[in-house]
């Protein structure tokens, strides 16, 4: 039930499942023994899940493979090591496992958008959004931004627009191929309806940025009006020291900030 349905306390189970982790089913089951109570057993899901977020979050900011076969034999050795281990055993298993992996989030500072992370991108986006309303007292839902089957889904949006001659400073870049690079950073991306998205693709910043005014506040937070009359978020972000500010251009210099910022987000 909670792959189906987002439940809070077990909400990494719904987040491995939209991610298509189907291995996760049998990492949970295995450590789990049939002497466990429920309340056990809960915490139990809770540990292995939040690890599994964290396996498949650190191998795909560092682009390494989720595919079923590249990852099903750590899966099948890890199954046998947590095999109906206590609490407290299975908390050291997943500890080591996560450090041993070599991988971190500080790849997020080169994260893109391409053919393999387009999916993974559009769940972090989700995430993210849902997770800074939540801290902002607003009733938002990661079940709403993912949600493919409403008339007006959500989609990706590019914040830069997809042909440099409408950039701001049109010699912001060196290259088409460095613009293309910066336009598809993780931290050139939120996302929009669809409709939105359609109707903006070719508009300068400077004229996307007041659209994205009425939008969900993770886009909201590159217009001023944003920082105006919201005390829940800024407070929210003055106590995690979150550098969240408005910008009326957008090239290299704010993409790369707001990247770190993204990534510390990620982080939490």
């Given at each position: 039930?909670?792959?189906?349905?987002?439940h809070e306390a077990f909400a990494h189970v719904?987040?491995?499942?939209?991610?298509?982790?189907?291995?996760?089913?049998?990492?949970?089951?295995?450590?789990?023994a049939p002497e466990d109570d429920q309340d056990t057993i809960n915490k139990?899901?809770?540990?292995?899940?939040?690890?599994?977020?964290?396996?498949?979050?650190?191998?795909?900011?560092?682009?390494?493979?989720?595919?079923?076969?590249?990852?099903?034999?750590?899966?099948?050795?890890?199954?046998?090591?947590?095999?109906r281990k206590?609490?407290?055993e299975l908390i050291v298993i997943v500890k080591n496992h996560l450090e041993q992996m070599g991988l971190d989030l500080e790849a997020i500072d080169n994260f893109y958008l391409n053919q393999y992370t387009k999916r993974f991108i559009f769940h972090n986006l989700a995430r993210m959004t849902q997770f800074i309303e939540d801290k902002a007292g607003l009733n938002t839902r990661f079940e709403d931004y993912i949600d493919r089957v409403q008339s007006n889904s959500y989609d990706i949006e590019h914040i830069l627009p997809n042909d440099m001659?409408?950039?701001?400073?049109?010699d912001e870049f060196n290259s088409v191929d460095e613009f293309n690079r910066y336009r598809d950073s993780f931290a050139a991306l939120v996302l929009l309806p669809k409709d939105k998205n359609r109707s903006l693709q070719d508009m300068p910043y400077k004229d996307k940025v007041k659209k994205y005014d009425s939008e969900n506040l993770l886009a909201r937070t590159l217009h001023e009006n944003c920082y105006k009359n919201n005390p829940l978020f800024l407070r929210f972000i003055n106590d995690h020291g979150l550098d969240f500010k408005p910008y009326e251009t957008y090239g290299r210099k704010e993409i790369d900030e707001r990247q770190s910022l993204y990534k510390e987000i990620c982080k939490m």
């Open positions: 039930k909670y792959v189906a349905e987002f719904y987040y491995n499942a939209h991610r298509n982790f189907t291995l996760q089913y049998q990492l949970i089951l295995a450590a789990i139990k899901i809770k540990i292995v899940s939040r690890f599994i977020d964290q396996f498949i979050a650190r191998r795909v900011f560092n682009f390494k493979s989720m595919n079923y076969s590249t990852v099903l034999y750590t899966v099948f050795n890890l199954t046998i090591e947590m095999r206590s609490i407290d001659l409408a950039l701001d400073d049109p």
